[in-house]
């Protein structure tokens, strides 16, 4: 336990000093405790937000689902990068936000522990209101399992500044800058055997076995798309006639395409005003002239319409991005879901092949858990943005 010291220099700033740093709980402690050895109410108040985070997952430590890494590796990528805990399904939305914004990197920015507890109030008064809905969040998500190194230690937390931590402080520069130094000072293995296989990553590797077909008309795009049968049964029920006509969809509703008992195809045709693939619209722009920020706008504009209306795009990427007059579209309906009334998020009996073309796009709760939600298609969104200016500034290696 910390508390106020005599020293006139700690009371001064609202602080408390730890030298040593030989207690403290590695994994739930602040990045300024662990590269300052601060701690005050700020401190207090992101590990609250891991206590959040704890509490759904019925007692995981921080970073759990980094199995692999040791906590070394996880504080400094913490310190450093901005590491931030991952979102369980089993995490209500309105917990995880309040964690979330227990957990900012500027400490002036955490709410206060009275705000806190006004909000854990409100959610519980929500809670009994809704006492009668039994949310997912709650029952039916899988939970992550404790890991082997937590169990080891009989739940027990690793305690003290991590030894990586420590070897950053001897470089000079900023953060991020003092860990990819001491990185590269860490020695590499000798054996030729267990270095990385050179990735050779193609246009084919972006092919879909439903990709859709679009045919350029003299003022008009036409686009013919096959979509699944679970998407025929479980989302297009969910597009009524309004919508159908919004997105151009002839020949609505589609019809499936029997044959011999089983079905064959089926078919969404959709019609644009004459469009370009935004990819191609970044190759051949020399300058940027402004109108790579107003493509940024437009597509910003289509996602928000969309989440307004309750539907996930999924599938934000360049090959199905298309701008007309600036105004963007997307060209991909049949992977579109829609969230449930009073639901944050949803989970889908996606097979993970079935979205193989663009796994380089999503979020790791969409290709773990097949969660999808607003915040992953602003995920996916934001990878499209990476891949539209790799291509903007003629770096065609990076933007598949």
């Known amino acids: 336990m910390a508390y106020y010291s005599d020293n006139e220099a700690s009371a001064m700033a609202g602080h408390v000093a730890d030298v040593h740093g030989k207690n403290i709980a590695t994994r739930w402690s602040a990045p300024e405790s662990l590269w300052e050895g601060k701690f005050d109410v700020c401190t207090d108040t992101w590990m609250f937000g891991h206590l959040i985070h704890a509490l759904f997952t019925h007692g995981c430590e921080p970073y759990t689902e980094l199995y692999s890494e040791t906590t070394d590796e996880i504080m400094a990528k913490v310190i450093s990068c901005g590491l931030k805990p991952y979102k369980w399904p089993c995490i209500p939305m309105s917990y995880h936000k309040l964690a979330a914004s227990c957990l900012d990197f500027d400490s002036q920015n955490r709410p206060s522990l009275q705000f806190i507890q006004r909000e854990l109030q409100r959610l519980q008064k929500e809670l009994k209101h809704n006492e009668n809905v039994q949310r997912k969040s709650y029952c039916t998500y899988t939970m992550p399992g404790i890991s082997t190194s937590q169990m080891e230690r009989a739940h027990q937390p690793e305690r003290g500044i991590p030894d990586m931590v420590k070897k950053m402080k001897d470089y000079k520069g900023n953060k991020r800058d003092s860990y990819f130094k001491m990185r ?78 089983k079905i064959t195809e089926i078919k969404l045709i959709y019609r644009f ?18 109108i790579d920020l107003e493509v940024i706008y437009q597509v910003t504009s289509l996602v928000q319409q969309m989440h307004e209306k309750r539907w996930i795009l999924v599938d934000i990427v360049g090959k199905n991005i298309y701008i007309n007059d600036f105004k963007a579209c997307q060209f991909r309906i049949g992977r579109m879901v829609r969230l449930p009334p009073k639901e944050d998020s949803m989970i889908l009996d996606y097979k993970l092949e079935e979205l193989d073309d663009i796994v380089n796009w999503l979020p790791r709760e969409v290709i773990g858990n097949g969660e999808f939600s607003t915040g992953s298609d602003v995920y996916t969104m934001a990878m499209l943005f990476y891949e539209f200016y790799m291509a903007l500034s003629g770096t065609d290696r990076l933007q598949y």
């Open 184 to 261: 590269e000072k860490i020695p590499q293995s000798p054996d030729p055997n267990n270095a990385p296989l050179p990735m050779v990553f193609t246009k084919q590797d972006l092919r879909c076995q439903n990709d859709p077909e679009v045919k350029n008309k003299r003022f008009e795009e036409k686009v013919e798309e096959n979509v699944t049968v679970n998407f025929y049964d479980k989302i297009l029920p969910k597009m009524s006639d309004d919508f159908a006509k919004k997105m151009s969809i002839q020949d609505w509703p589609p019809k499936k395409q029997v044959k011999q008992g």
């Open 273 to 290: 005003p004459k469009a370009r693939n935004i990819m191609d619209l970044a190759l051949d722009l020399s300058e940027y002239h402004d």
